[in-house]
């Protein structure tokens, strides 16, 4: 009875020991907890603690990269309308008449005709003084010669009006001098396009110049 006693006396401070030690690491593992997340929530650092560098501005990477953009499109240009109307590329410098020129390029004829769907001669010339000279001109081709002042062909100079009779005897048929006896104009056969004074259906159909600006 009395070996009974002492082994379950034994079995119970056993228990007791084992008890204790399991709340103390539970206690050990709240602290431990507590102290790591003290660590993530605590403050950040002073402001002064980072260095003091400004920071890059974007306006002026912006500001770069139009810079950028604008270079290109005047290079392309310059390359496009050099080879166009043989010239040397640093002649092609009037970069808004060009980007006008090359805005219309292609655009298909049609009697009448005055946006991108479609143009005549005669609108696109109007098109081209209004928005590269802001100078109104007669929607008909006869009329914008009889406004024009009449000029040599020696005289001619780039936004000039040239003029063509292309069937009968009155005008018919208006472009816009550039340069190297080119001009832009809008054709029945292929739309807007940059075609030669010299060519013979044009050198035999020549119907003077004039001046409007």
Same mark, same amino acid.
């Given at each position: 009875? /009395? #070996?009974?006693?002492? $082994?379950? @006396?034994? $079995?119970?401070?056993l228990v007791g020991c084992i008890a204790v030690s399991c709340s103390a690491s539970k206690k050990t593992a709240a602290k431990s907890s507590t102290n790591e997340n003290a660590t993530v929530k605590g403050p950040l650092p002073p402001p002064s603690h980072y260095p003091n560098?400004?920071? #890059?501005? !974007? #306006?002026? &990477?912006?500001n770069s990269a139009e810079i950028t953009s604008s270079e290109k499109s005047? &290079?392309?240009?310059?390359? /496009?309308?050099? +080879?166009?109307? =043989?010239?040397?590329?640093?002649?092609? !410098?009037?970069r808004r008449l060009f980007s006008f020129i090359d805005s219309w390029y292609g655009t298909p004829y049609r009697y009448g005709g005055f946006t991108r769907d479609g143009v005549d001669c005669? &609108? @696109?010339t109007q098109n081209f003084m209004t928005s590269i000279y802001q100078i109104q001109v007669p929607r008909v081709s006869a009329e914008q010669y009889n406004q024009? /002042?009449? +000029?040599?062909?020696?005289? $001619?100079?780039?936004? =000039? $009006?040239?003029f063509f009779k292309t069937s009968g005897r009155s005008i018919s048929h208006v472009g816009i001098y550039l340069r190297n006896n080119k001009f832009v104009h809008a054709s029945t056969s292929s739309g807007v396009m940059i075609s030669d004074l010299d060519e013979d259906y044009f050198a035999r159909r020549y119907a003077g110049a004039g001046r409007v600006k």
């Open positions: 009875m /009395k #070996k009974r006693t002492g $082994l379950h @006396f034994s $079995l119970i401070l560098r400004p920071a #890059k501005s !974007d #306006k002026s &990477g912006s005047l &290079g392309a240009l310059q390359f /496009k309308y050099a +080879i166009l109307l =043989d010239v040397p590329v640093e002649e092609i !410098d009037n005669s &609108g @696109f024009s /002042k009449r +000029i040599t062909r020696r005289e $001619l100079r780039e936004g =000039d $009006l040239v």
